[in-house]
């Protein structure tokens, strides 16, 4: 039976959908990842779609959605992906989930050329990319 992970960041369009879907990818199978937002945005970066997809890391359809969805679920791990989001009270998930903090810097929130943003985007990925492995490799 595979392991669950619950990614949370504030908006749920960019940093979250990134290691959600790297989770997913990566693990092949022994992770299955989720994602969420405690103020989602209501929808998915396009940015962080395209650094998916540069990296060809497939993506079914992501959507940005509140924690509430999967509140008293049962996961083995959540895991914050930004410094606001860890700060927020939870609610509450079931189980004895490992919780885990990833502080990643939102490149949604830099300005800047077509190439600094995308700099921006592939660092985040690199960054969750590599806590993957840390952690579940």
Same mark, same amino acid.
């Given at each position: 039976?595979?392991? +669950? =992970?619950?990614?949370? &960041? +504030?908006?749920?369009? &960019? ?5 959600? =879907?790297?989770?997913?990818?990566? *693990?092949? !199978? ?6 969420? !937002? @405690? ?8 940015? @962080? /779609?395209? #650094? ?27 895991? +914050?992906? *930004?410094?606001? $989001?860890?700060?927020?009270? *939870?609610?509450?998930?079931? !189980?004895?989930?490992?919780? /885990?903090?990833? @502080?990643? $810097?939102?490149?949604?929130?830099? #300005? !800047? ?5 995308? $700099? ?18």
């Amino acid at each position: 039976m595979s392991k +669950t =992970a619950l990614v949370l &960041c +504030t908006g749920n369009s &960019c940093r979250s959908i990134m290691a959600e =879907a790297l989770i997913n990818h990566l *693990c092949k !199978g022994a992770v299955h990842a989720v994602s969420a !937002g @405690s103020h989602p945005a209501g929808f998915v970066h396009p940015q @962080s /779609l395209a #650094t998916l997809g540069r990296h060809a890391v497939a993506v079914d359809t992501p959507r940005s959605k509140s924690w509430d969805e999967f509140a008293n679920q049962q996961f083995d791990f959540v895991i +914050t992906v *930004c410094d606001e $989001a860890a700060r927020e009270p *939870c609610p509450a998930f079931g !189980g004895a989930a490992r919780r /885990l903090h990833w @502080s990643t $810097a939102d490149p949604a929130k830099l #300005t !800047g050329s077509a190439d600094e943003i995308q $700099a921006a985007f592939d660092s985040a990925f690199d960054s969750l990319k590599q806590r993957i492995e840390e952690e579940f490799l």
